[in-house]
């Protein structure tokens, strides 16, 4: 079978998955591949010298897994600290003319649209409406969606590396600085609340990333091979925790992966706070997102060529 390749240049990590089509629909994995290059590690306005770095050895170390695979199309997408950074634009030229891969800057709204598309994969039929929520280091997707499919999504700039490197000063974390970013976070999350008075849901789907580590942690069971039940009840203890550790106590829990260590006291603000916006009574969470968005749209254009 043909070998098709797809790229996810996020904030924090990079995504390299390649992929066979199966006949009967979907695909199978032939490999995948993630590193954190953290493109925001100095902030969303520049992409500092050594991610920048790190950003071209890792596509130039993906350009050459494509080749050894014999990939025959390959698409790359790149997401919030590209779309922001001021030299974005040179990093998508030079990777071009150094790896021949070509980076499409993707707007927020078309990144949850993939999104979705990948987590309807993990997930399967839903018998209620739910929200799917994608934590990147640039930006966070919403997307709810019912048995009539999308009602409603956005994309908002305050990804995890945007709220570590603008709130989270103290280790631990302090009272107030807590405080701070929720209020941060409230401030720009005004049309989620309007969304979801709009269209209610109960039912969060948290994409890979932040909700990985909450799934190992708190799963319970799995639907489908590449989705879990979390134990919502759990949730506050999980989140005193971590949230109560210093950066030290924080990297000797196992279940935290360490490129996550800094940034997930953040995210779990973030996650604690929506859902009490929606008054999520159900999670589950999926291990695809937006690459697999990417690559079922690759193969769907495929058919139709």
């Not at 170390?61 to 199309?73: D, F, L, R, S, T």
């Not at 005004?190 to 789907?205: N, Q």
Request: hydrophobic share 45%; proline share 5%; with cysteine.
């Amino acid at each position: 079978m043909p070998k098709f390749a797809v790229i996810d240049c996020g904030t924090n990590t990079f995504h390299l998955l390649i992929a066979e089509p199966k006949p009967e629909g979907g695909f199978t994995t032939v490999y995948r591949e993630r590193r954190f290059v953290k493109l925001a590690e100095e902030g969303i306005q520049r992409i500092g010298d050594k991610a920048y770095l790190r950003a071209l050895n890792t596509l130039e170390a993906y350009a050459q897994k494509i080749n050894e695979h014999q990939v025959v199309a390959t698409r790359v997408s790149g997401t919030a600290a590209l779309r922001t950074a001021d030299n974005g634009p040179q990093f998508v030229a030079e990777i071009k003319a150094k790896t021949g891969l070509e980076i499409a800057i993707i707007p927020g709204k078309e990144e949850a649209q993939l999104i979705y598309e990948g987590v309807r994969q993990a997930i399967g039929p839903q018998e209620g409406p739910w929200m799917v929520m994608d934590i990147g280091g640039g930006s966070v997707e919403f997307i709810i969606v019912d048995q009539g499919g999308v009602k409603w999504f956005e994309s908002f700039p305050v990804g995890v590396a945007v709220l570590y490197k603008k709130l989270h000063q103290s280790e631990p974390i302090s009272p107030l600085e807590i405080e701070q970013t929720r209020l941060f976070l409230k401030s720009k999350l005004v049309d989620l609340e309007l969304a979801l008075s709009r269209y209610p849901t109960h039912h969060l789907v948290g994409a890979a990333g932040t909700f990985d580590v909450v799934a190992s942690i708190l799963g319970t069971a799995k639907p489908t091979p590449h989705c879990d039940v979390v134990a919502l009840e759990g949730f506050e203890q999980l989140y005193q925790q971590i949230t109560s550790a210093n950066r030290e106590e924080r990297q000797a829990m196992t279940e935290i992966p360490d490129d996550r260590v800094d940034m997930i006291v953040v995210a779990m603000i973030l996650i604690k706070l929506v859902l009490e916006i929606a008054k999520v009574e159900q999670m589950t969470v999926s291990s695809f997102a937006m690459k697999e968005g990417m690559l079922a749209r690759m193969l769907a254009d495929q058919l139709k060529d």
